[in-house]
C-alpha cells in the first residue's frame, strides 16, 4: 500500500474565540478549523484534526519545498511511502522538514498526518485504532468538561450549574487572564466551587500568558506565585499549563513551594524530548499530549512508557472537535492508568459539523471509545466542502 495524497481542508467559519457577552456557552476557535486528509491507492483514507495556523499549513503540507533536505514540504515527502509505517514516516518527516519545523506549525501538521496513518493501519488490520495502538484495556473513561472563565461570578456559577447537570464528573476552567487580579480570581472561584459542590473535580488552567491592557506577556513569579498560593485553599484535582513552555523546570520550584497542588501540562510541548523534559525536569504529575500537536500518536505511545515508568498520569489535551476526541480516547484506552478524558463543550458551528455524529455523555458521565475499524468517527464531506477556502493562490 503507498500513500497517494495528503490533502489539506482549511475551513472557514464567522465565530470568534473567548466568551462573548450573555452567551450561555464560550467558543473555541470558530473563524479557522484545519483538516487533513490522507489517502492511498488501496482506497484507505484518514482524516485528522489539526489546531494550528491554517494558512500557513496548508502550504507546509501540500505547497511546493526546496531543492535541500531539511526544506521539503510534507507531501512532497510522503507521497509513495507505506502507510502502514508511521514511526518511519514520522522520522524522515521530521528530518526533511527539519530547517523550518521541528515544532510550532510543522509539528501540528505532522501530528495530523500520524494520526491518519493510525487510523489507516487500523483500518488494514480491521481493528479498532485502540487495539492497533496496544491493547484496548477499557471501553468507557470518565469526561469533564472543558471551558473557558465567564467574567463575572455570576456567569462561572451559571456555567458550572449546567455542567453539572448535564453530567460531567469533572470541570475544567481556563485562561480569560486569570492569575492577574487575585480579588476577582477568589470570587470566579468560589462561586464556581459552590456550583460543583464536593462530588465534581474542578481543574484550573490559567494558561502561560495573558493579555494584560492589550499587551501579551507572561506573568511574573510574584503574580504566580500569588495565584498558587490562591489556589491552595481549594480541593484541585490539578492545576494546568501556567508556566513558560521553554522553562519546564520551573514547575518543579514552584511544586516545592506549593507540595499540596498537582501540576499538569503538556499542550504547549512536542516530541518524545520536549516530554521527557516535563517529566524529568518538570517533574509535573499529570501529562497532556494534545494528539494534534505533539507530534501525533506515535509521540504519544513513547511518552506513555516514560510516563508510566516514573508513575505520572497521562491525560491527552483535546480542545477541538470529535476527531481529536476520538484519537484521544482511543489512545487513553490503551494505558495501564486512565482517569479522564478532556471534552470540548465550547465547540463552534465549525467544530461540530465536521462528523457526521457527535460523541455523546451517558448518564454515568462517560465517553464511549468508539467502536469499528480504524477511528469509528466519519467525517461529514457535505459539511467540510461547503466551508472550505482556498487559501494557495498561485504557488
Not at 14 to 30: I, P, R
Not at 214 to 224: A, K, L, M
Not at 344 to 355: I, K, M, R
Not at 358 to 381: F, H, K, Q, Y
Request: glycine letters at 10%.
Amino acid at each position: 500500500m503507498k500513500i497517494t495524497e495528503v490533502i489539506p481542508y482549511l475551513l472557514r467559519g464567522d465565530e470568534m474565540y473567548g466568551s462573548h457577552g450573555g452567551a450561555a456557552e464560550v467558543t473555541d476557535q470558530g473563524d479557522w478549523l484545519m483538516l487533513v486528509q490522507v489517502r492511498t491507492d488501496e482506497g484507505l483514507q484518514g482524516w485528522a484534526d489539526v489546531e494550528t495556523f491554517g494558512p500557513a499549513a496548508v502550504r507546509i503540507l501540500s505547497g511546493r519545498g526546496m531543492g535541500a533536505l531539511g526544506f521539503r514540504t510534507l507531501a512532497e515527502q510522503l507521497i509513495g511511502k507505506d502507510p502502514l509505517d508511521p514511526e518511519s514516516v514520522w522520522a524522515e518527516l521530521y528530518v526533511a522538514s527539519s530547517y523550518y519545523g521541528r515544532r510550532g506549525v510543522a509539528m501540528h501538521c505532522m501530528s495530523a498526518i500520524d494520526n491518519c496513518l493510525w487510523s489507516i493501519r487500523a483500518q488494514a488490520e480491521g481493528r479498532s485504532l485502540a487495539e492497533t495502538l496496544g491493547t484496548r484495556r477499557r471501553d468507557r473513561l470518565p469526561a469533564y468538561a472543558s471551558t473557558l472563565f465567564r467574567p463575572t461570578p455570576e456567569a462561572n456559577h451559571a456555567a458550572a450549574v449546567r455542567y453539572a447537570e448535564r453530567g460531567f464528573r469533572g470541570v475544567k476552567f481556563g485562561w480569560g487572564n486569570f492569575g492577574l487580579d487575585p480579588g476577582r480570581d477568589r470570587e470566579n472561584l468560589a462561586a464556581i466551587a459552590t456550583a460543583l459542590g464536593d462530588d465534581r473535580a474542578l481543574m484550573i488552567d490559567p494558561g502561560w500568558y495573558v493579555e494584560d491592557a492589550g499587551t501579551p506577556r507572561v506573568r511574573s513569579v510574584p503574580e504566580t506565585r500569588a495565584m498558587l498560593h490562591l489556589l491552595t485553599e481549594l480541593e484541585l484535582e490539578w492545576v494546568e499549563d501556567f508556566v513558560h513552555p521553554e522553562t519546564p523546570a520551573d514547575y518543579a520550584a514552584f511544586k516545592a513551594e506549593f507540595p499540596t497542588l498537582r501540576f499538569a501540562a503538556g499542550e504547549q510541548h512536542a516530541t518524545r524530548w520536549d516530554f521527557h523534559r516535563l517529566i524529568h525536569e518538570g517533574g509535573v504529575d499529570v501529562l497532556q499530549p494534545d494528539l494534534s500537536r505533539c507530534g501525533g500518536l506515535t509521540v504519544a505511545r513513547f511518552l506513555a512508557s516514560d510516563a508510566e515508568a516514573m508513575r505520572r498520569r497521562v491525560v491527552t489535551h483535546s480542545w477541538l472537535t470529535d476527531l481529536l476526541h476520538a484519537y484521544s480516547l482511543h489512545y487513553l484506552a490503551t494505558l495501564r492508568r486512565a482517569t479522564w478524558v478532556e471534552f470540548n463543550v465550547a465547540q463552534s458551528v465549525l467544530s461540530q459539523g465536521v462528523t457526521t455524529q457527535r460523541l455523546a455523555l451517558a448518564d454515568d458521565g462517560t465517553l464511549a471509545v468508539p467502536n469499528g475499524s480504524g477511528l469509528g468517527v466519519e467525517v461529514d464531506l457535505g459539511f467540510v466542502r461547503a466551508r472550505r477556502v482556498d487559501c494557495m493562490g498561485s504557488l
